[in-house]
């Protein structure tokens, strides 16, 4: 039989092709990170993207805080996991008046902005008139405070009233310091009416113009987000010259850290799905959010909820025990509103218990016969948790009390909606801080602020203790005493507020076995992508 | 559309006799199409802006934080930026102004316009679609008609059963199962995204990944790239073929019953032949319009198969914007969309007469 040269070559270039895709196919194993599993200098991070932008005067979401961090240096920092105290960054050194309304920073010398001009003072009060000017998300943290140089290499921060948490704020990558004259050449400005005049979001989204150890190399917002070394760092080079931030489903971040080869992170397993990680990944977690319900104090709202008995024997009902079973690894029964993570949170021996006959004996007093209440919570999985799941448990136990819970799941959007016009009798949500100052809660959550408000709890309405209790936080100056403060207070909170604590949950980076500094972090940027090297 | 009739070959269906001029008719034809097609799009856009109206939410809730939320200032300058504090007519005719010049805005989620990510999500989701409905097309009119041919018979069963299957079963599911085995278990596919994080995306020409690549001569990118693509593509056309099937299944049966098939068999004209000149092209027709139908649906947005495989496409693009309630991008999204559907009805219809000959245009 003979064989012609065009069959002959037809079928050497069909064993080509399998060749290469049986080879390729191999490497196709991995997540596409580091499949060489050695030399490569690439580190993966798996995350399910929550990002609008990179601007830093704009930022406010975990996946733009965890990127801005590498890529803008702020005044001072926090190292690893630690977030009860500050440590220089571009600041070398601080001082902070008696009053604790003036803080001094000291520049460090030698910084350069990734091309390669010098950092001033001028570019420090530059970006933090630009964050408080913009008026975006992050700039509620700054808006009570201003901004001056008195030499090249000394800024000076006032704020109008006493706060000792002026340097944890000037810790967060939305203080990020940006080259100002790049960032005015493409529409930045720190003028008052930034809000409106500000066009440098687009041009920010794309190119970075800090000082961090990384520089930005692209930028897609739905998909990932690249960044390399930058040569201008003043300080140690990352292990890692690019880092690729990748947007993937919770489930493929499972399969895909499961398959890992090396030099790879995933952000968002957390609770049930830690079960059958295998051993060789690292895992490290932080309580860091709290579950909470919220009551309406408001009798035109509701009747049943605005009723203190009422409240307090929905508290007794509750298993928090079975509910911080349903979070999985990682949680823990609720105690107070400041998550385990943050200076200031309850010791674990001050966690709810549930006592049913209390439940029904308070429901009598109350003189309430099953009572009947709208229970709203937004229907979204939160951390690997269905929310619909925890709101059915908390209306089982509810049930066992004599009490009937009406579950209203809703859109997060509605839910959020409905949430501000205050007339919610009952509802559900998560809370995160958005920096590691538990004290903030004080102007959301006390009595006649605006977040209580939205559950109609005036002051009128609120016990004189808490109201005291919280004033005494924010007088307090000395932080460690200002953390004991804020526990008395949310003993408080807990005897004679509209909030009901069921649980908090962990935070979690799980990293391949070959990553060191790892360490998931409160601060908002979950893990210094700098700091990671392998071991 | 109105069909008529040149050849009296049974089973075509007789409206008219009269033979048009083909290219006056076609063009006042397509002239019709443009003016309803400019008005579908203005609907969209008043259709769109009620609906976001009146859909419980608010684009400040949910674009700011919560404590931005509690500052006056801060909601008004979100306000101010985005016309939100203009009357909603205002803000109607201002877009309708802008896009008129071909400005669709900016996108409150992206900081983008949304002309440049529509640019850059549908080809990405284009990339998807194209392979998914070639493929689809191969396998799904090949099993549905022998499906057909086999009536009755075990092989018909179980493609009847399998296609069942197929519709019946969840795209995330499927997806799910697909990386677990292929990904996870057999390590013969990436698990998401459109490249390995150690390649950079080729130079831009036409935003699909394989396409630039082989444009730029980088061969492993593209070979990555493809690779990226097999099992979302599989999933979409597993999902497709399921469809399809159906349709060409049944479409064939009917034309299989008609008198003038059975008239050409009884000729004694062979099978292929018939099969080739009667069969394959009235049996085609209805299937056209499904196959269009579908490749529009896939350009409109995959968004749980792209939200599982990580795939930056106009699905996920669609539904990031309707969480966020962001208007300028849910718009333009909807005209896309609309256009899409738009343009695959009008290339359904000349399809017609390609694939028929007895049916024209008029």
């Known amino acids: ?535 | 559309m109105t069909t008529t009739v040149d050849d009296a070959e049974p089973g075509a269906v007789t409206t008219t006799v009269s033979r048009p001029r083909p290219r006056r008719a076609l063009l006042v034809f397509l002239l019709k199409r443009v003016a309803i097609t400019a008005g579908l799009l203005l609907g969209v856009t008043i259709v769109t802006f009620g609906l976001v109206t009146v859909v419980p939410g608010d684009p400040v809730t949910a674009n700011l934080s919560d404590q931005a939320l509690n500052d006056p200032a801060a909601v008004a300058a979100f306000q101010e930026k985005w016309g939100l504090d203009q009357p909603l007519y205002v803000q109607y005719f201002q877009y309708l102004g802008n896009l008129l010049t071909g400005d669709l805005g900016i996108s409150q989620q992206t900081g983008r316009t949304v002309a440049d990510d529509l640019f850059q999500y549908v080809p990405a989701t284009m990339e998807l679609a194209i392979p998914t409905m070639v493929l689809a097309l191969l396998i799904g009119t090949g099993i549905g008609m022998l499906a057909a041919v086999r009536n009755g018979r075990v092989t018909d069963q179980l493609i009847r059963v399998g296609a069942l299957l197929g519709l019946s079963t969840p795209p995330f599911w499927l997806s799910l199962v697909v990386l677990y085995v292929f990904f996870y278990q057999l390590g013969l596919a990436p698990s998401g995204g459109r490249l390995s994080t150690d390649f950079s995306p080729p130079p831009t020409k036409t935003g699909m990944y394989t396409v630039d690549a082989a444009l730029a001569g980088q061969w492993d990118v593209a070979w990555d790239a493809a690779q990226h693509l097999i099992l979302p593509v599989l999933v979409l056309t597993s999902l497709t073929v399921a469809m399809l099937v159906r349709f060409v299944r049944s479409s064939m049966l009917e034309v299989l019953q008609q008198d003038y098939i059975r008239a050409a068999y009884a000729k004694g004209l062979p099978a292929r032949v018939v099969f080739r000149r009667h069969l394959l092209r009235a049996g085609l027709v209805p299937v056209i319009t499904v196959s269009g139908l579908a490749f529009a649906s896939l350009l409109s947005g995959t968004v749980l198969v792209e939200n599982i495989f990580g795939w930056p496409g106009l699905g996920q693009y669609a539904y990031r914007s309707a969480t966020a309630l962001d208007l300028p991008a849910i718009l333009g999204v909807s005209l896309f969309v609309a256009l899409v559907y738009t343009l695959v009805n009008l290339t359904v219809d000349l399809l017609y007469g390609l694939i028929d000959p007895r049916i024209r245009l008029s």
Not at chain 1, 74 to 103: C, H, I, M, R, Y
Not at chain 1, 385 to 403: M, S, Y
Request: with cysteine.
């Open chain 1, 1 to 535: 039989m003979s064989v012609s040269p065009r069959r002959l070559r037809v079928g050497a270039i069909a064993l080509a092709a399998l060749a290469i895709a049986s080879s390729t196919a191999c490497s196709a194993g991995g997540s596409g990170g580091n499949g060489d599993g050695g030399s490569a200098k690439t580190l993966t991070v798996n995350t399910s993207f929550v990002l609008k932008t990179l601007d830093p005067g704009r930022i406010y979401e975990a996946t733009g805080l965890t990127a801005v961090h590498s890529l803008y240096d702020t005044l001072l920092t926090f190292e690893g996991s630690d977030v009860s105290k500050p440590v220089p960054a571009l600041a070398e050194s601080f001082e902070a008046s008696p009053d604790a309304k003036t803080f001094t920073f000291k520049l460090r010398e030698g910084v350069k902005f990734s091309d390669g001009t010098a950092l001033t003072a001028d570019d420090v009060v530059f970006s933090l008139n630009r964050l408080k000017n913009v008026k975006a998300s992050p700039a509620v943290m700054v808006s009570g405070l201003t901004f001056a140089k008195t030499d090249e290499r000394t800024v000076v921060v006032t704020s109008a009233t006493a706060d000792p948490n002026i340097p944890v704020v000037l810790a967060m990558p939305s203080t990020g310091v940006v080259n100002s004259k790049v960032a005015k050449e493409h529409g930045a400005t720190d003028a008052a009416d930034a809000a409106k005049s500000d066009t440098a979001q687009q041009y920010l989204d794309t190119n970075s113009v800090g000082s961090g150890p990384y520089v930005l190399k692209s930028y897609d917002p739905s998909a990932q987000v690249v960044l390399e070394t930058n040569p201008n760092y003043w300080g140690d080079k990352p292990e890692f010259s690019r880092v690729v931030l990748r947007n993937m489903d919770v489930q493929t971040q499972k399969l895909t850290m499961q398959r890992a080869g090396g030099s790879e992170i995933a952000l968002d397993i957390s609770g049930k799905l830690l079960e059958g990680l295998p051993g060789s990944l690292k895992t490290s977690a932080m309580q860091d959010t709290v579950y909470f319900l919220f009551l309406n104090a408001d009798p035109a709202v509701s009747p049943v909820s605005s009723n203190a008995k009422f409240n307090q024997a929905l508290r007794a009902a509750i298993d928090y025990e079975g509910i911080a079973g349903l979070y999985g690894k990682g949680a823990a029964p609720g105690a107070g509103l400041v998550a385990p993570a943050y200076p200031g949170a309850l010791p674990a021996e001050e966690q709810s218990k549930r006592d049913v006959a209390k439940a029904k004996a308070l429901l009598t007093e109350a003189g309430l016969t099953n009572p009947t209440v709208k229970f709203n919570y937004p229907a979204i999985t939160y951390k690997g948790v269905d929310l619909g799941t925890v709101a059915t448990k908390v209306q089982g136990d509810a049930a066992e009390a004599g009490i009937k819970l009406e579950l209203t799941p809703q859109p997060l959007t509605t839910f959020l909606d409905e949430m501000r016009t205050g007339k919610m009798a009952l509802g559900f949500t998560p809370q995160s801080l958005n920096y590691p100052v538990a004290d903030s809660l004080i102007n959301n959550m006390s009595p006649g602020q605006a977040t209580a408000l939205r559950s109609g709890w005036t002051v009128e309405r609120a016990d004189p203790a808490v109201v005291a209790a919280g004033k005494k936080v924010t007088e307090t100056l000395d932080l460690a005493a200002r953390a004991a403060a804020m526990q008395e207070w949310q003993r408080a909170m807990n005897a004679a507020s509209p909030y009901v604590v069921l649980a908090s949950n962990s935070s979690t980076v799980v990293a391949s076995g070959d990553l060191t500094g790892t360490d998931y972090t409160a601060a908002g940027w979950q893990v210094d992508l700098a700091a990671v090297g392998r071991g």
